[in-house]
């Protein structure tokens, strides 16, 4: 339990499946970076393992992972979070039980494997395992 100044003690949340990650993929990612990056002064200073994916230096430390992409597949543009999981096999499975969708299949590149979901009112949202 956590005591906050003049209030009873919270106990501390801990989440089990955080947004670890946000993504722009974009069919002109230049000119996506160019945009962004002049209205919020992001940079770019930082390639992905995916060939013209870069990661974005918003200027706040510690701020949430931020990609801008080419298009991957066929998913077309697209703005999406990307959750934590630990089994991804497990969480794909769960996904079409429930009735939702797989958009892409689970990808691997170096220290992550990310897939993209939808649910049954066609929400996208990314997972990430680390791998």
Do not use: N
């Amino acid at each position: 339990m956590k005591a906050t100044p003049g209030g009873p003690a919270e106990s501390e949340v801990i989440m089990c499946h955080p947004i670890v990650h946000a993504e722009i993929r974009s069919s002109d990612p230049d000119a996506t970076r160019a945009f962004f990056g002049e209205l919020f002064g992001w940079t770019y200073p930082t390639e992905g393992a995916f060939p013209g994916y870069t990661f974005v230096e918003t200027g706040v430390p510690g701020a949430l992972y931020t990609a801008i992409s080419p298009l991957q597949g066929d998913d077309g543009d697209l703005v999406t979070f990307f959750v934590g999981v630990e089994d991804m096999a497990g969480a794909i499975a769960d996904t079409t039980r429930l009735g939702g969708r797989v958009v892409q299949e689970p990808v691997s590149v170096p220290g992550v494997s990310f897939a993209l979901i939808a649910d049954p009112q066609g929400h996208v949202v990314g997972l990430a395992q680390q791998v």
